[in-house]
């Protein structure tokens, strides 16, 4: 059974992508950092699979061995949790489907709606592997996700990712233009395209491709502009694992400071306790 309010939540996400403005939607890693996100103003809040993985001392994306990284029912019991507590609507990190073959990622499509996930993320790129699915292959992977969500008439938000840009070939722009239009007519309702960092390259991507954007911002750089880049036609920007990786260099800070120093400054900037007991009573009583 999917999580309460699972699909009107869904319809409420599918119509921020086919109506304007733009949106920002950054990326929380358990149920405290997304209502924190969510108290803050967003209008959705994704998942990370970096900071899930993280979270429990994992590796992600670039695992070296799968025994390392998140596995699938371990990744959806988070996610579940992430959705459960949420007000808003929450887009997953599916990652690649978790597993090659279109029926997998059916299958994982299936999981996400009843885990009552808004919407979702589907890669292009092998999990052990640096290359990219055949596009063949990728395509019918997101017209297989297409028919898992119709099935179950849901209003599931379906993104297709591609990481062309990360490869940093020199005919990366087209390729990328060319295999997003494929998705989009696949059955993607928006497509991802981690790696782009610049206005003039997301204006040619929002001219190009026929349908909403996904920007990821702090990937490689903090530099940039939400704002400019809706301004420039994307539709969503989400960040990622930044804030979760941010989180985690901060712990480092304070530990070293706490370490090497003996001080606390590092504490100062603490969220008070009775703020933080508000917020999470208020969850657990919606």
Same mark, same amino acid.
């Given at each position: 059974?999917?999580?309460?309010?699972?699909?009107?939540?869904?319809?409420?996400?599918?119509?921020?992508?086919?109506?304007?403005?733009? $949106?920002?939607?950054?990326?929380?890693?358990?149920?405290?950092?997304?209502?924190?996100?969510?108290?803050?103003?967003?209008?959705?809040?994704? #998942?990370?699979?970096?900071?899930?993985?993280?979270?429990?001392?994992?590796?992600?994306?670039?695992?070296?061995?799968?025994?390392?990284?998140?596995?699938? /029912?371990?990744?959806?019991?988070?996610?579940?949790?992430?959705?459960?507590?949420?007000?808003?609507?929450?887009?997953?990190?599916?990652?690649?489907?978790?597993?090659?073959?279109?029926?997998?990622?059916?299958?994982?499509?299936?999981?996400?709606?009843?885990?009552?996930?808004?919407?979702?993320?589907?890669?292009?790129?092998?999990?052990?592997?640096?290359?990219?699915? /055949?596009?063949?292959?990728?395509?019918?992977?997101?017209?297989?996700?297409?028919?898992?969500?119709?099935?179950?008439?849901?209003?599931?938000?379906?993104?297709?990712?591609?990481?062309? $840009?990360?490869?940093?070939?020199?005919?990366?722009?087209?390729?990328?233009?060319?295999?997003?239009?494929?998705?989009?007519?696949?059955?993607?309702?928006?497509?991802?395209?981690?790696?782009?960092?610049?206005?003039? #390259?997301?204006?040619?991507?929002?001219?190009?491709?026929?349908?909403?954007?996904?920007?990821?911002?702090?990937?490689?750089?903090?530099?940039?502009?939400?704002?400019?880049?809706?301004?420039?036609?994307?539709?969503?920007?989400?960040?990622?694992?930044?804030?979760?990786?941010?989180?985690?260099?901060?712990?480092?800070?304070?530990?070293?400071?706490?370490?090497?120093?003996?001080?606390? /400054?590092?504490?100062?900037?603490?969220?008070?306790?009775?703020?933080?007991?508000?917020?999470?009573?208020?969850?657990?009583?919606?």
């Amino acid at each position: 059974m999917a999580a309460s309010g699972g699909e009107t939540k869904a319809k409420t996400f599918l119509a921020m992508h086919r109506q304007g403005p733009g $949106f920002i939607m950054p990326n929380a890693w358990d149920s405290g950092s997304a209502l924190i996100l969510a108290a803050a103003g967003f209008k959705a809040i994704g #998942t990370t699979s970096a900071g899930i993985a993280f979270s429990l001392g994992k590796q992600d994306y670039q695992v070296s061995d799968a025994a390392f990284g998140v596995a699938r /029912d371990e990744m959806f019991a988070r996610m579940r949790e992430i959705a459960e507590a949420s007000p808003l609507p929450v887009n997953g990190d599916l990652e690649a489907g978790f597993g090659d073959s279109p029926e997998a990622v059916a299958e994982t499509i299936t999981m996400a709606i009843e885990a009552g996930l808004a919407g979702g993320n589907i890669e292009d790129k092998k999990p052990l592997e640096p290359v990219l699915y /055949d596009e063949t292959l990728a395509v019918e992977r997101i017209a297989a996700a297409r028919t898992a969500i119709a099935r179950r008439n849901s209003a599931f938000v379906l993104t297709a990712r591609t990481d062309i $840009f990360q490869r940093g070939t020199p005919d990366a722009l087209d390729l990328a233009v060319a295999r997003a239009n494929r998705f989009i007519e696949a059955g993607a309702d928006c497509v991802f395209l981690p790696g782009v960092a610049d206005i003039a #390259t997301m204006k040619i991507l929002v001219r190009e491709i026929a349908g909403p954007i996904n920007i990821v911002a702090g990937l490689t750089s903090n530099e940039g502009n939400a704002f400019d880049m809706i301004e420039a036609g994307i539709r969503r920007i989400s960040l990622g694992g930044s804030i979760a990786r941010s989180t985690l260099g901060f712990i480092r800070q304070c530990a070293r400071e706490l370490h090497e120093h003996g001080t606390f /400054d590092f504490a100062a900037g603490q969220m008070p306790q009775p703020e933080l007991n508000a917020l999470f009573a208020a969850a657990r009583k919606r």
